[in-house]
């Protein structure tokens, strides 16, 4: 059974930074990309980014590139989303996911999520 277990999210005045964590467990992830949605109040989930099993190839949605970098420490089961030049509008819950294989870039790419951290940046 893989879980996934988001933390860092918090509030957060606009301009500011975060780091969210996801941290796995449950099973080996070498093949394995995780994967950072979001989902703010009345919207479909959007991708953020994703980074494949050895942390060498990303991916990111609009609205991550240039601000939110994802990185993954493969030793810890764990990937991150440093979030840095924060504004109001990426106030949302962050999700973590995992799949077996390559990079999605769709939320039905992947077969395991987190329960969430919710961000709020405040303007």
């Known amino acids: 059974q893989v879980q996934l277990v988001e933390s860092g999210g918090g509030t957060v005045q606009a301009g500011g930074s975060l780091r969210l964590s996801c941290a796995a467990s449950g099973r080996g992830f070498i093949g394995y990309a995780m994967a950072w949605f979001r989902q703010a109040p009345g919207k479909e989930r959007e991708f953020v980014g994703t980074?494949?099993?050895?942390?060498?190839?990303?991916s990111y949605g609009d609205s991550a590139k240039g601000r939110f970098p994802i990185s993954r420490d493969i030793a810890k089961n764990t990937m991150y989303l440093h979030m840095n030049t924060l504004k109001p509008e990426d106030t949302a819950v962050y999700y973590c996911?995992?799949?077996?294989?390559?990079?999605?870039?769709?939320?039905?790419?992947?077969?395991?999520w987190g329960q969430g951290t919710q961000v709020t940046v405040s303007s």
């Open positions: 996911a995992a799949r077996q294989g390559g990079l999605g870039l769709r939320a039905d790419d992947y077969d395991y």
């Open positions: 980074i494949d099993w050895t942390g060498r190839t990303t």
